[in-house]
């Protein structure tokens, strides 16, 4: 029976020897089991031949291959991939559309044959348009510029900023999973369940209840789609060098800048980037500390007002608690997390802050207590124009539009929805923060869509 399911297979694929097609396809005419295992192999083939010709996005395909390795392998399915020759290989495989399909043909398979099924998602993720997938264990869920996302669990969700990333580990069968905060703004709901996260070398317990803002601001840097996204966060100028030069073939050179110059870490997030884009967000970036460009060369320019070696700390995180209680372990020490806290890597600091400044952007993902507590937050229909650049002080529009916003500067003269005009007040990865005029009402301007 299994040799002739693959044969059934291999007929399919167009891979059957020729003279073994004739008496199979007889055996099909009066085999109700045979119709029925070709029908559903035939409607896995035709999902995939109706996607379109052009190559997946990258993300994608890496994504589909990874929840491929999250299934387990079989005796079955490595025989399923043998039938696979290698006229197959090169016709279907090796385009980015037969990662897709070949995914869905061994799982197909493998459901077939494993009693359990595959291995069970600790989640869902939800994105901002309504789509969603499977989580699996481990699988790294990054959030692209201007892209929130929500991460359902059994115990709760998390909310990830654009720019954030997260991991989320299984404990066993109705055990809440760890999640673990790569980098970036993220929020945890432990709604139904006590709940641990692990970031930056520390761990926190959340209580049933507790909802908690964290941001991991760390080292990353992150070019994808020509331009299409942009992450660049406290990474030295010279290690952002590379980036530019894989991601749009662009030379710089700092052979002539100080070595401690190299050293300095610079921010900032765009969308819709070309290469002389990038450039001039980088060196505007990187002028506060006297560097500026003379075509190929970046040179540095004495009598900046920046003190070099301001930013040697690379990593900073900021707890901030919304509702319940949590404790933040490292080592031996146990502290419980007042309204605000934030570590580096050699100091801690405790002080108040505005917690809900850590989480505006969560306002309208489907969060009720986080909504509830931003009660003097809207979510506006408009959006940054492709081509914006967020740096941590100030916000710039494409070319053509000629436009800089200035954190906290005193014109109220962005256009917002109904006609009113907004004062930048706050810059995040997802978005930008304005204030309206005449009124304590603020409006959160989101990122335009870019494709993924």
């Not at 059957?16 to 099909?28: F, S, V």
């Not at 996302?149 to 109705?174: F, H, P, Q, W």
């Not at 009598?303 to 995180?317: A, K, N």
Request: proline share 5%.
């Amino acid at each position: 029976m299994e040799r002739e399911r693959e044969k059934l297979i291999a007929l399919l694929l167009g891979d059957l020897a020729p003279e073994d097609a004739p008496a199979l396809q007889a055996r099909i005419v009066g085999d109700a089991a045979l119709q029925a295992q070709r029908t559903g192999l035939e409607r896995q083939i035709a999902a995939i031949r109706s996607l379109p010709d052009d190559d997946l996005p990258q993300a994608a395909v890496d994504r589909v291959l990874k929840s491929a390795r999250g299934f387990h392998s079989s005796p079955e399915a490595v025989q399923l991939a043998r039938v696979i020759t290698l006229k197959t290989f090169v016709n279907i495989y090796l385009p980015r559309i037969a990662a897709a399909a070949l995914f869905v043909l061994l799982v197909g398979y493998a459901v077939h044959y494993i009693p359990d099924g595959p291995a069970p998602g600790v989640g869902t993720v939800i994105a901002g348009d309504g789509s969603s997938y499977i989580l699996i264990e481990d699988h790294l869920v990054e959030a692209g510029i201007g892209s929130p996302l929500r991460v359902k669990l059994a115990t709760g969700e998390i909310l990830l900023d654009g720019g954030a990333a997260v991991r989320v580990l299984s404990n066993g069968a109705n055990q809440t999973p760890t999640v673990q905060v790569d980098r970036g703004r993220v929020v945890v709901d432990a709604a139904r369940a006590p709940s641990t996260v692990d970031v930056g070398g520390r761990r926190v317990t959340m209580a049933a209840g507790t909802v908690l803002s964290l941001d991991y601001d760390r080292e990353h840097a992150r070019i994808v789609d020509g331009g299409a996204v942009v992450e660049i966060q406290r990474t030295s100028i010279a290690d952002v060098l590379p980036h530019a030069s894989e991601a749009y073939g662009i030379v710089l050179d700092v052979s002539l800048l100080p070595e401690a110059v190299k050293r300095q870490r610079v921010t900032f997030f765009g969308t819709q980037l070309d290469g002389e884009g990038f450039v001039r967000s980088f060196v505007e970036a990187a002028s506060q500390y006297g560097v500026k460009r003379e075509g190929k060369y970046l040179l540095y320019e004495a009598g900046t007002t920046h003190r070099v070696g301001d930013t040697e700390q690379v990593e900073v995180l900021s707890l901030s608690l919304l509702q319940g209680s949590a404790q933040v372990s490292s080592g031996t020490q146990v502290l419980d997390v007042p309204a605000s806290i934030s570590f580096t890597r050699d100091r801690t600091i405790t002080g108040e802050t505005r917690p809900e400044r850590s989480c505006i952007w969560a306002r309208g993902m489907g969060n009720a207590v986080v909504d509830a507590r931003l009660r003097d937050v809207s979510t506006g229909e408009a959006t940054l124009p492709a081509g914006s650049v967020i740096h941590p002080d100030r916000l710039v529009l494409p070319a053509g539009q000629e436009r800089i916003f200035v954190l906290d500067g005193p014109a109220f003269n962005f256009p917002l929805p109904g006609g009113r005009m907004g004062r930048l007040v706050g810059l995040l990865s997802s978005g930008a923060e304005f204030q309206l005029e005449g009124s304590v009402i603020r409006v959160f301007v989101p990122h335009s869509s870019v494709a993924r």
